[in-house]
T-cell receptor, first 112, second 112 residues
Framework: DTAVSQTPKYLVTQMGNDKSIKCEQNLGHDTMYWYKQDSKKFLKIMFSYNNKELIINETVPNRFSPKSPDKAHLNLHINSLELGDSAVYFC???????????FGSGTRLTVV | GNSVTQMEGPVTLSEEAFLTINCTYTATGYPSLFWYVQYPGEGLQLLLKATKADDKGSNKGFEATYRKETTSFHLEKGSVQVSDSAVYFCALSDRRDDKIIFGKGTRLHILP
């Protein structure tokens, strides 16, 4: 039983395409996050939702749009993909920052 | 603002060597401190944590002690194994934050 699951695990697509990444957690956590990890392993927060409400919206291009249909799901839609969007995207959830995050296994996005 | 600084890698050790990865933090409040580990091709996993000064977190032979006087949370292991090869992230959360702040990661290579 995977706690935080992301799909797909790998995504290769051409510039200009639109793609979505899905995330689901079965931990009952209230808060979910999207992070981007670059090739140097640096983690940058993109968005967070608490019980379907947007909490964090960092400086991210408008081409990125999160959607949370319920507190167990947080999806990421990316329009007009660019080469610089290539990275690993991680979903995470938390029941309180004192406990830390539970991460998904990541989606490796390659834009060609 | 709050921040985490950890030693740059890569760190290369022989099997059974003693490991220390340094981590210092800057925080205005009393943060919780974490170490996460990322094995190749996987997401981040919580390795250990400490929530108040002088607490010691431990897991899988790794330890770290929350030192308020030196604002440090160094990761140690007495005898490393090849299977410990991974990227290690120091991180903090403050009750005034709405996210966990990560260091840049330290890549560890263990040679057999």
């Amino acid at each position: 039983d995977t706690a935080v699951s992301q799909t797909p695990k790998y995504l290769v697509t051409q510039m200009g395409n639109d793609k979505s990444i899905k995330c689901e957690q079965n931990l009952g956590h209230d808060t979910m996050y999207w992070y981007k990890q670059d090739s140097k392993k640096f983690l940058k927060i993109m968005f967070s939702y608490n019980n379907k409400e947007l909490i964090i919206n960092e400086t991210v291009p408008n081409r990125f749009s999160p959607k949370s249909p319920d507190k167990a799901h947080l999806n990421l839609h990316i329009n007009s993909l660019e080469l610089g969007d290539s990275a690993v995207y991680f979903c995470a959830s938390s029941q309180g920052l004192i406990y830390g995050y539970t991460f998904g296994s990541g989606t490796r996005l390659t834009v060609v | 603002g709050n921040s985490v600084t950890q030693m740059e890698g890569p760190v290369t050790l022989s099997e059974e060597a003693f490991l220390t990865i340094n981590c210092t933090y800057t925080a205005t409040g009393y943060p919780s401190l974490f170490w996460y580990v990322q094995y190749p091709g996987e997401g981040l996993q919580l390795l250990l944590k400490a929530t108040k000064a002088d607490d010691k977190g431990s897991n899988k032979g790794f330890e770290a002690t929350y030192r308020k006087e030196t604002t440090s949370f160094h990761l140690e292991k007495g005898s490393v194994q090849v299977s410990d090869s991974a990227v290690y992230f120091c991180a903090l959360s403050d009750r005034r934050d709405d996210k966990i702040i990560f260091g840049k990661g330290t890549r560890l290579h263990i040679l057999p």
